[in-house]
């Protein structure tokens, strides 16, 4: 498959998981509700040039800018994704898993009266969602995600 030049990705509402890793890598990926048709999908897709992502077969072969995504494996469907869009590190962590905002570094003391004690006494930083205000830190899930996602690119 040729590497499109995207704006960003839709992922339809059977990768919710897959949809909350990549956008803690950095990419930009809307979900599409369960509610939507398919002609709705590739609609949205077209008008904001956005690359689908689906696990449904038929509809990867109506629209040209989309895969299959193959398997219901987690692991293999970041590895897939992956093989076709490699991650760039200086992207990771800039996405608010929950909305596909955008997030930034901050001292601590601008976020302290909204995490627990411990983090903040732990860590000088977090990240901010600009677009949903939730804050983020580099605790345990963080090493286990870049663990996980590490171990990913190294088999591809
Ligand atoms: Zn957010």
Not at 9 to 26: E, K, N, Q, V
Not at 119 to 138: I, L, P, Q, T
Request: aromatic residues 14%.
């Amino acid at each position: 498959m040729a590497r499109f030049r995207v704006e960003g990705f839709l992922a339809d509402s059977m990768l919710g998981r897959l949809t909350r890793w990549l956008r803690l890598m950095g990419y930009s990926v809307e979900y599409a509700s369960s509610e939507w048709s398919d002609a709705k999908i590739m609609e949205y897709c077209n008008s904001k040039g956005l690359f689908l992502l689906t696990r449904d077969r038929e509809l990867s072969k109506r629209y040209s800018n989309s895969f299959y995504v193959r398997s219901e494996n987690l692991n293999d469907q970041l590895a897939q994704f992956l093989s076709e869009f490699f991650p760039s590190r200086d992207l990771f962590f800039t996405r608010c898993p929950l909305c596909n905002g955008k997030t930034s570094r901050v001292p601590m003391s601008q976020v302290s009266d909204r995490v627990p004690d411990g983090v903040r006494s732990r860590y000088d930083s977090a990240f901010v969602c600009h677009n949903c205000g939730k804050v983020y830190w580099e605790g345990t899930h963080y090493d286990s995600i870049l663990k996980t996602i590490n171990s990913i690119i190294t088999r591809l």
